[in-house]
C-alpha cells in the first residue's frame, strides 16, 4: 500500500461550523505533513508531524489544530474558519530521516468556507 | 531563509518535442536536496526527479533529467519526447540538509503550467 489516503475529498462549511479532516497512511512513514494550495499557486506548509510529535508549526492561525493520535493518522481539525481559508489542503507522509525520500501526497480535500 | 524562484508561469511544447523548465533558489547552506514535483490535474503531487546537492552528476529519470548547476543556484527540468500525460502543473522544490532545524520543509517554488500539443 504505497496511498495516502484523505477524506473527505470535498468539503463545505460556515464561518461557525466545526469540521475535520483525515489523513491516513499505512506505509509505515513516521512523518506526516499538512500542506495548504490556493489554486495555481504552490503548495504551503502548516504543520509536521515527526514520531508523532508536531515539530514544525508555520505560524497557522488557532483556529487550525493538528493531530497525530497515531503514527497512521493525521487530522486537521477546522473551526471558525474565514472565507480565506478555502483552499486544497494537503496531506503528505514521509519517513523523516530520508531526506531524499520522497514525500507522498495525498489527492487533498477541497475545501470551501461560505 | 531559502526561497525558491521559477521564471516561466506558462510553457507549452509540441508531443515528442523536448521542453526545459527554469528553477533557481537561494540558499546560504552547501547541503540541500532539490525536487521536481508534477501535480496534474487530479491535484495529487507526484515527484519527477531528486537531487543530492553533493553530487554534481545530473539525475536522470527516463525521459525527464535535469541540469544542475551548483554554484549557479540553477536546477532546471528537461522532459524529451514530450507525451500528452506531461500536462501539468510543475514545481521546482528545495529541502534543507537532516542537520537543519527545517529539514522536514520542503520549500516550494511558484511552478510552471506545462501544456502539451497533439
Redesign the interface.
Known amino acids: 500500500d504505497t496511498e495516502v489516503t484523505q477524506t473527505p475529498k470535498h468539503l463545505v462549511m460556515g464561518m461557525t461550523n466545526k469540521k475535520s479532516l483525515k489523513c491516513e497512511q499505512h506505509m509505515g512513514h513516521r512523518?506526516m505533513?499538512w500542506y495548504k494550495q490556493k489554486a495555481?499557486?504552490?503548495?504551503e506548509?502548516m504543520f509536521?508531524y515527526?514520531y508523532e510529535k508536531l515539530?514544525?508549526n508555520e505560524s497557522v492561525p488557532s483556529r487550525f489544530s493538528p493531530e497525530c493520535p497515531n503514527s497512521s493518522l493525521l487530522n486537521l481539525h477546522l473551526h471558525a474558519l474565514q472565507p480565506e481559508d478555502s483552499a486544497?489542503y494537503?496531506c503528505?507522509s514521509s519517513q523523516?530521516?530520508r531526506?531524499?525520500e520522497?514525500?507522498f501526497?495525498?489527492?487533498?480535500t477541497q475545501l470551501s468556507v461560505l | 531563509a531559502q526561497t525558491v524562484t521559477q521564471s516561466q508561469p506558462e510553457m507549452s511544447v509540441q508531443e515528442a518535442e523536448t521542453v526545459t523548465l527554469s528553477c533557481t533558489y537561494d540558499t546560504s547552506e552547501s547541503d540541500y536536496y532539490l525536487f521536481w514535483y508534477k501535480q496534474p490535474p487530479s491535484r495529487q503531487m507526484i515527484l519527477v526527479i531528486r537531487q543530492e546537492a553533493y553530487k554534481q552528476q545530473n539525475a536522470t529519470e527516463n525521459r525527464f533529467s535535469v541540469n544542475f548547476q551548483k554554484a549557479a543556484k540553477s536546477f532546471s527540468l528537461k522532459i524529451s519526447d514530450s507525451q500528452l500525460g506531461d500536462a501539468a502543473m510543475y514545481f521546482c522544490a528545495y529541502r534543507p540538509s537532516p542537520g537543519s532545524s527545517n529539514t522536514g520543509k520542503l520549500i516550494f517554488g511558484q511552478g510552471t503550467t506545462l501544456q502539451v500539443k497533439p
Do not use: N, Q, R, W
Open positions: 512523518a505533513y495555481k499557486k504552490p503548495p506548509l509536521v515527526s515539530s514544525i486544497l494537503l503528505a523523516p530521516d531526506v531524499l520522497k514525500l501526497f495525498g489527492s487533498g
